[in-house]
């Protein structure tokens, strides 16, 4: 399967073609008779404008991800006041939307991304997936087919473009651990920024790099820790240690399984250990997971009966 991310910008055929600076004399071009095509989102904005700053990267983002159904156009209300006082611009920073040659909606004040893709989708300048997200799928879908170098490779051609996409992160992370690689994840994983580790999917992979450390240091001892177990079903330490070496061998079922007997025993042991490690678990295995649900199901009949 050939990867369908080419040399194309990410957003597909917007790069910065799709965003301009205007002034009154271009005005006429850049936005009116370009808005004939397609939706054209204006933002009146100052170098002086401290919320300009914080909304105009939100607009390029959004505009860039619309994949070419939008233009952005960016005048200086400093440079071209004329337009700023016929469309009665009262603040900074206002965003219009020009569309058949006409303002059709807008705001003020510096708003949230999804904001603005909610805006563009309503003026209808939304677009399919972008080659990125495109791209993302195909990944996704050599990982579940379990070719973790093909998928590897087109995750890190996605981070050639977008260099913190959170997918494409966790994604890679997880090939890296599926090949053996943990210790190569972790050093990939020091790079990533603090405010990107905290999406949902990254958070998930670093869950199951953790239990990676943990089960290598208990597999070797698999057989140790179920005697343990069984000759003492109190030994709740043996007993996690015990879960955390199925769960590095595959078993996610047995490994919960163990858990749950040790909440069943005694939940409150070591400040609720058993618990948090299975929570641990439900993180990296996902919501959706099968295991996890028939866990969090016996997990409230515990904690509730």
Request: hydrophobic share 40%; with cysteine; aromatic share 4%.
């Amino acid at each position: 399967m050939e990867p369908i991310l080419g040399a194309a910008q990410p957003g597909g055929q917007t790069g910065e073609a799709a965003i301009v600076d205007a002034t009154t004399a271009t005005f006429m071009a850049e936005v009116v008779d370009a808005s004939m095509q397609m939706p054209v989102l204006v933002d009146f904005w100052a170098p002086w404008c401290g919320p300009c700053k914080q909304l105009t990267p939100a607009l390029e983002n959004a505009v860039r991800k619309a994949g070419g159904s939008v233009k952005l156009v960016k005048i200086n209300v400093d440079e071209s006041p004329e337009i700023a006082g016929q469309l009665r611009i009262q603040s900074i920073p206002t965003v219009y939307v020009f569309k058949d040659g006409q303002p059709v909606d807008g705001f003020q004040g510096a708003v949230p991304e999804s904001e603005i893709t909610a805006l563009i989708e309503r003026v209808g300048g939304a677009a399919g997936p972008s080659p990125i997200e495109q791209a993302l799928e195909q990944a996704d879908q050599l990982m579940e087919a379990g070719d973790h170098q093909q998928a590897g490779a087109l995750y890190q051609q996605i981070l050639q473009h977008e260099q913190t996409n959170p997918a494409a992160l966790a994604g890679l992370l997880k090939c890296l651990l599926a090949d053996g690689r943990s210790d190569h994840a972790e050093k990939v994983l020091e790079q990533i920024p603090e405010d990107v580790k905290a999406d949902k999917a990254v958070q998930a992979v670093i869950a199951q790099i953790e239990l990676a450390k943990e089960g290598a240091k208990a597999s070797a001892e698999l057989d140790t820790l179920r005697a343990k177990v069984e000759a003492d079903p109190k030994d709740h330490r043996s007993r996690i240690d015990l879960a955390a070496a199925l769960y590095a061998t595959g078993d996610r079922a047995g490994a919960v399984e163990q858990l749950l007997e040790s909440i069943r025993i005694d939940r409150k042991w070591e400040d609720e250990a058993a618990r948090k490690q299975l929570l641990k678990y439900f993180e990296a295995m996902g919501p959706t997971d099968p295991v996890t649900a028939d866990a969090r199901r016996r997990l409230s009949s515990l904690l509730f009966s």
